[in-house]
């Protein structure tokens, strides 16, 4: 009943950039904590960025003051800016999104995407 599609992906040179998108569609009635992650081949995957509900961010070391974490409520989306693109960055990217399905839920559940590859060639 939720979906969230990824989008923006691709094959990149180090050192350029990449936005990533992450759309979600369905029956919901509102969205929270919104996320990316990133798993490379033979990894654990690892927490790249968050935003708050009210916009608030925070970013793993390895990722601060290149890239940007976003969000478009009226949308439904969620954005990451990718800047100055390293070798390392290579890895599927996944978005995670916290939804509450009907204003009678009692709780909320966590969505994830399907994954679109990011490749940085060195």
């Known amino acids: 009943q939720v979906q969230l599609v990824e989008s923006g992906g691709g094959l990149v040179q180090a050192g350029r950039s990449l936005r990533l998108s992450c759309a979600a569609s369905g029956r919901f009635v509102t969205t929270y904590d919104m996320a990316w992650y990133r798993q490379a081949p033979g990894k654990q995957r690892e927490l790249v960025a968050t935003i708050t509900g009210g916009g608030s961010t925070n970013y793993a070391d390895s990722v601060k003051g290149r890239f940007t974490i976003s969000r478009d409520n009226a949308k439904n989306t969620l954005y990451l800016q990718m800047n100055s693109l390293k070798s390392e960055d290579t890895a599927v990217y996944y978005c995670?999104?916290?939804?509450?399905?009907?204003?009678?839920?009692?709780?909320?559940?966590?969505?994830w995407g399907q994954g679109t590859q990011v490749t940085v060639s060195s």
């Open positions: 995670n999104v916290e939804i509450r399905v009907t204003w009678s839920s009692p709780s909320t559940s966590a969505y």
